[in-house]
T-cell receptor, first 111, second 114 residues
Framework: GENVEQHPSTLSVQEGDSAVIKCTYS??????FPWYKQELGKGPQLIID?????GEKKDQRIAVTLNKTAKHFSLHITETQPEDSAVYFC??????????FGKGNQVVVIP | NAGVTQTPKFQVLKTGQSMTLQCAQD?????MSWYRQDPGMGLRLIHY???????DQGEVPNGYNVSRSTTEDFPLRLLSAAPSQTSVYFC?????????????FGEGSWLTVV
């Protein structure tokens, strides 16, 4: 099956700075890579996704980049705000409609 | 449009007891799934269904049963609860993840087995 690794496990940034989370995956056939944000006590919510036919996608302060050759994709959050503090999960779609998740990254934005 | 609804939100069970976590979605989604979330482990797939009458095992299926008699409902059954099943459980649904449709998660069910 797919193996998704997520780094770093915890990231602290000053408000206004950028945060970058990187994920690697093992299955070269994977073609869909979503990112989820999970706030305390809630379910994960999709914030951005990318398909394998593009290298970058941006939505306001959030962007995702994909390098299929190296099998890694990254989440970029610019101008971080306190409400960006959460756990972020990357995932990769593989095989028979399954999503494999990374272990999550705790982002703390320091005011 | 309520999205994905899970019940109960909190439950304490004794070892050996059985219970069912309910999941319902009102978006006419074909694909439904159950995950468990444990500290440092991320989200792990328990069981999933690609349509009514069809279910399949995920990464960690042991100790859990599912059924999909309708498109809307996908209950998760613990037949004989064990402390190792203490976790947060999330139900999710989508049209189908094959083409990368958004997967929507419920708010979670916190289960403690003592």
């Amino acid at each position: 099956g797919e193996n998704v690794e997520q780094h770093p496990s915890t990231l602290s940034v000053q408000e206004g700075d950028s945060a970058v989370i990187k994920c690697t995956y093992s299955d070269s056939a994977s073609n869909y890579f979503p990112w989820y944000k999970q706030e305390l006590g809630k379910g994960p919510q999709l914030i951005i996704d990318i398909r394998s036919n593009v290298g970058e996608k941006k939505d306001q302060r959030i962007a995702v980049t994909l390098n299929k050759t190296a099998k890694h994709f990254s989440l970029h959050i610019t101008e971080t705000q306190p409400e960006d503090s959460a756990v972020y999960f990357c995932a990769a779609l593989y095989g028979n409609n399954r999503l494999a998740f990374g272990k999550g990254n705790q982002v703390v934005v320091i005011p | 449009n309520a999205g994905v609804t899970q019940t109960p939100k909190f439950q304490v069970l004794k070892t050996g007891q059985s219970m069912t976590l309910q999941c319902a979605q009102d978006m006419n989604h074909e694909y439904m799934s159950w995950y468990r979330q444990d500290p440092g482990m991320g989200l792990r797939l328990i069981h999933y269904s690609v349509g009514a009458g069809i279910t399949d095992q995920g990464e960690v299926p042991n100790g859990y049963n599912v059924s999909r008699s309708t498109t809307e409902d996908f209950p998760l059954r613990l037949l004989s609860a064990a402390p190792s099943q203490t976790s947060v459980y999330f139900c999710a649904s989508s049209l189908t993840p094959r083409s990368g449709n958004t997967i929507y998660f419920g708010e979670g069910s916190w289960l403690t087995v003592v």
